[in-house]
């Protein structure tokens, strides 16, 4: 499940919304292939990268390219 969060100047407290934008909070709980593609596409991410976030033997980390 995708939720979509966001606030503005205007609007100080969260609001959901139907799509992704720039600075929005995102709450992704047990994606399906489906979602975990929809964020791939729309956040320029690989899926192998989202898919290790769902293993719970996974640790943080950050990795450097080039």
């Known amino acids: 499940m995708i ?3 966001k606030n ?3 609007q ?3 609001r959901q919304t139907t ?3 720039d600075h929005s909070w995102l709450s992704v709980i ?3 292939k489906e979602e975990i593609k929809r964020l ?3 956040l320029n991410l690989a ?3 989202l898919e290790d976030i769902l293993d719970k033997y996974e ?3 950050v990795e450097v390219e080039g």
């Open 3 to 5: 939720k979509s969060y």
């Open 8 to 10: 503005s100047v205007q």
């Open 30 to 32: 047990e994606p399906s």
């Open 59 to 61: 640790l943080p980390r």
């Open 12 to 14: 100080k407290k969260l």
């Open 40 to 42: 791939s596409k729309n």
């Open 47 to 49: 899926e192998d990268i």
């Open 19 to 21: 799509e992704f934008s």
